[in-house]
């Protein structure tokens, strides 16, 4: 292919995903430029100076076709970036979001060597194996109600390198250890709110991994009641939580007798993520 070629093939399909009301049509072109051609997504702004044979082209316009068809851009190339590290994802796990970083961000330098760590609700076990990747020193434990979402975690902590221990279990109930951190992100979108998720989340991400309940924090509730006899002396969990739940969520720690309690904001400035101590 000549590098004009190259060059309007990339435009045009662009065009194409803005037309079929991609939002991030400029991202995803990139994205699906860079897996076509076989090259770094750090590299993929210069398209234009890279050969590419006509198969490359073909598989471009296929990936173009399914995203413009609303499949996840993560979901065609089979990973996201999350933190340091690129994870494998597929529909059977929650695509990690920019916004639970934030629990990395809160948690990184407060792990100690042989500390224990359990990533409760793991999904593509985005959060333990990033904390794992910090300080690989940490007894990491992943678990999740969802078989598939460990099998792909497995997946994840095997390309990382990770030495981790994998539970399948609905919340506590499989879990016999406690731990020093806790960390976890459960469903938490209320019965009323899923309706104005959009199309492409529906489709295609798993309802387990969403569905709070009617409240949105009923799975959170039934975590509350538990965690406190999974933690060691001086542990501590965090949560992430949905926009505009802190209040209810305020009740719920307050109920629970949780007292030490810290929220975090997110890059919009709307409490995400909050740390709660032991109570002892
Ligand atoms: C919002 S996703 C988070 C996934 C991943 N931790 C992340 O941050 O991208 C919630 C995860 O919790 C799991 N989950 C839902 N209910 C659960 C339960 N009762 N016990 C354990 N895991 C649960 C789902 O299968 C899903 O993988």
Not at 67 to 80: D, E
Not at 131 to 145: G, H, M, P, Q, R
Not at 250 to 271: I, P, T
Request: charged share 25%; proline share 2%.
């Amino acid at each position: 292919m000549t590098m004009k070629n190259k060059q309007s093939l990339f435009l045009s399909k662009k065009e194409l995903l803005k037309e079929a009301g991609c939002d991030d049509y400029n991202e995803s072109a990139k994205r699906l430029f860079s897996k076509a051609f076989g090259i770094s997504s750090a590299q993929s702004y210069k398209y234009q100076t890279y050969e590419g044979s006509n198969e490359n082209a073909s598989l471009f316009s296929e990936m173009i076709s399914s995203r413009a068809f609303g499949v996840p851009t993560s979901h065609i190339v089979c990973s996201r970036s999350f933190w340091k590290n690129d994870f494998h994802v597929d529909k059977t796990v929650l695509d990690p979001r920019p916004e639970s970083e934030l629990i990395i961000d809160v948690t990184k330098n407060l792990l100690i060597d042989g500390m224990k760590v359990l990533d409760l609700g793991c999904g593509s076990g985005c959060l333990g194996l990033s904390l794992y990747k910090e300080n690989s020193n940490i007894n990491l434990f992943l678990a999740d109600i969802s078989k598939k979402a460990l099998s792909l975690s497995k997946k994840n902590a095997e390309e990382l390198k990770a030495d981790c221990e994998f539970i399948h279990s609905d919340l506590f109930s499989n879990i016999h250890n406690n731990f020093d951190l806790i960390i976890t992100n459960l469903p938490y979108i209320a019965k009323d709110d899923f309706r104005y998720l959009q199309r492409e989340i529906i489709l295609h991400e798993p309802h387990e991994a969403l569905y709070g309940g009617r409240s949105g924090l009923d799975v959170i509730k039934q975590f509350l009641d538990s965690v406190n006899r999974h933690l060691n002396k001086s542990g501590f969990f965090v949560i992430e939580f949905g926009k505009g739940q802190d209040c209810l969520l305020k009740e719920e720690l307050v109920r629970s007798n949780f007292n030490n309690v810290y929220y975090y904001k997110d890059l919009n400035n709307v409490n995400r993520v909050v740390c709660v101590k032991k109570d002892t």
